[in-house]
């Protein structure tokens, strides 16, 4: 056989037929050291992690220093940094505690609003125009009612201060009160301290006093309702922010909660204005009804008032409202005093499961607990926040806590 060039060209040899001996089967890479190669490329990637020190695998063992080597002077003047700063860090809540209050009223009404501003939103209007409708609707109902009722409450307020010290008197012809009067003399003592002029220096310390808490109050409504506004217009943003502080693979988690948050928040707050709303609505017909139409709208505005005041506001407004009844005449009295009683039960039991049935879902042991610790950190607006807290706490407790004790 002959190549191109006419050489003579080799014949390859023709291997022979039959079994091949395992010992020829084997490739050029596959060298005597090399057939173990995969095992121990398997070995060293298998391996379990090492421990992050190393005395756990008979290594140099670890240096840990105690306190007692420790020099003295640097660990005593960093156990002084770190109360200071502990102290301080303390100091400075209690000091902002009020503007902290404010912050999370703010917020909360807010979250109440938002539901509007959404659905304005979500019908086309940019979210700051609809901000503005909502705030500018709030602003002339309330520019509105004040227009109307505070001529009426404040003459009517004025008149029941007049009259209050002849109304008691009227409260010594029952045999009973007049009895209970005479020996202990609290109605001589009420007359006394409305006709004295005491009644403003004890409530707000003098007409000095009175000026500051009027100031107080119209610098706290001023910063509410700025940092309401500003809560509604950013509030995508803040949720966006909130929601960031989370890992990446527990974000969408973090996210289901903390709207399940927001939303029974808000459902609260927008809940409880329906509440007042109603008991309102309800105190005026009936006072006009009873023939106490002189007292009836003052009446309703404190009822509203110890509304928003849980389990025990009702209860107070309640009393309030008796006394003046039972001083007109024992009958209405009575009548006013079963009145109120039943409209709380129907109030507990039929209104409030309600309206509160789709966002606040914690027990009423809770609710009064939560309450009574509100108002007793944080007065009126520590025991309003106080129940929205509580069903927050609640789902992180059902959502968060017993799923993980479950897969324990």
């Known amino acids: 056989m002959t190549n191109a060039e006419g050489q003579p060209q080799a014949i390859p040899p023709v291997p022979p037929q039959g079994p091949i001996p395992a010992s020829s089967a084997r490739t050029p890479s596959a060298a005597p050291g090399a057939s173990r190669s995969w095992l121990r490329r398997w070995r060293r990637i298998t391996q379990p992690t090492p421990p992050d020190f190393p005395g756990a695998m008979g290594g140099e063992p670890e240096q840990r220093i105690s306190l007692l080597n420790r020099n003295p002077i640097r660990l005593g003047f960093e156990v002084t940094i770190g109360v200071l700063a502990a102290i301080g860090v303390v100091n400075l809540v209690v000091g902002v505690h009020s503007v902290v209050i404010l912050i999370c009223l703010a917020f909360a009404i807010a979250l109440g609003l938002n539901p509007m501003v959404s659905w304005l939103h979500n019908h086309g209007l940019r979210r700051g125009l609809a901000v503005l409708i909502v705030a500018l609707v709030l602003l002339i109902i309330l520019a509105l009612a004040g227009w109307a009722l505070f001529p009426l409450v404040s003459d009517q307020v004025s008149t029941l201060m007049t009259q209050a010290p002849s109304l008691l008197q009227n409260l010594r012809q029952n045999p009973q009160i007049a009895a209970l009067d005479a020996q202990f003399g ?97 105190a ?125």
Do not use: W
């Not at 309030?320 to 039943?342: D, K, Q, R, W």
């Not at 129907?346 to 309206?355: G, K, N, T």
């Open 186 to 282: 609290l109605i001589s003592k009420a007359i006394s301290f409305l006709t004295s002029g005491d009644l403003i220096s004890g409530l707000f310390g003098g007409l000095v006093g009175a000026g500051q808490a009027l100031a107080n109050t119209v610098f706290s409504v001023t910063i509410t309702v700025v940092l309401t506004l500003y809560f509604l217009t950013a509030l995508p943003s803040i949720k966006d922010v909130i929601y960031q502080l989370a890992p990446a693979s527990r974000r969408p988690r973090v996210r289901y909660l903390a709207n399940e948050m927001f939303k029974r928040v808000g459902g609260y707050v927008s809940g409880l204005f329906t509440v007042v709303a109603i008991a309102m609505a309800v």
């Open 284 to 408: 005026f017909t009936f006072l006009n009804i009873i023939g106490l139409s002189q007292y009836a709208l003052a009446l309703a505005v404190v009822v509203g008032l110890f509304a928003f005041v849980p389990l025990v506001g009702p209860t107070i407004s309640t009393v309030i409202i008796s006394i003046v009844a039972f001083a007109s005449n024992p009958t209405t009295g009575l009548i006013t005093l079963i009145f109120f009683l039943c409209y709380q039960q129907f109030d507990a039991y039929f209104i409030q499961p309600r309206v509160f049935a789709k966002s606040v879902q914690i027990p009423g042991i809770l609710v009064m607990l939560a309450a009574i610790s509100g108002g007793l950190l944080l007065g009126i607006v520590g025991a309003i926040l106080a129940v929205p807290t509580m069903a927050a706490l609640l789902l992180l407790y059902r959502e968060v806590l017993v799923p993980h004790l479950d897969r324990s």
